[in-house]
């Protein structure tokens, strides 16, 4: 599944509910792995609250935000490659 948006400038990235509904994010927090466009691995945190409350990147986003020289309004793409206990996805921008 792939997850096309455009970044917003907060201190974390909020994903669609169907998205996270769909790779089992609700009500879970967890590591996350993203891979970005040079193969470098980025380790982020995925927190939960219910279905009615938003998943979100927190722990690790505004590191990577800066790393890979994002700007708010920029538009990017992730792709679950793997949803185990630490889900790894990968990243492109455009």
Do not use: H
Request: aromatic share 12%.
């Amino acid at each position: 599944m792939k997850y096309l948006f455009a970044l917003m400038r907060t201190p974390c990235q909020f994903l669609p509910q169907q998205f996270a509904i769909a790779n089992g994010l609700i009500n879970k927090k967890r590591k996350l792995i993203l891979i970005d466009e040079r193969q470098r691995p980025w380790k982020l945190k995925l927190s939960s609250g219910s279905t009615r409350a938003p998943a979100y990147i927190g722990d690790g986003w505004r590191k990577f935000v800066a790393g890979t020289f994002l700007k708010e309004g920029d538009r990017v793409m992730f792709e679950v490659v793997t949803n185990g206990e630490t889900p790894i996805w990968k990243f492109q921008s455009s």
